[in-house]
């Protein structure tokens, strides 16, 4: 592959890491105490113009 491509996907990868963290972030903010609890969270990526789908599953603790 080449070095464009690996630095563009490096490029988008990250955006999604960092905007995603913000997201998650935010969203237990506003929920308040979330002590003790465990959510389920799932990340699909697709790509149009290519057949993909990739769903990665795990699970985030909640803060209180």
């Given at each position: 592959?080449s ?15 960092v905007t ?13 105490d979330?002590?003790?609890?465990t ?5 699909i ?13 795990g699970k ?5």
């Amino acid at each position: 592959m080449s070095d464009d491509f690996n630095m563009s996907m490096r490029k988008f990868l990250k955006q999604v890491g960092v905007t995603s963290q913000q997201a998650i972030e935010d969203a237990m903010r506003n929920a308040g105490d979330t002590g003790g609890k465990t959510f389920e969270a799932k990340m699909i990526l697709t790509i149009d113009g290519l057949d993909l789908e990739h769903t990665v599953t795990g699970k985030i603790e909640g803060q209180g």
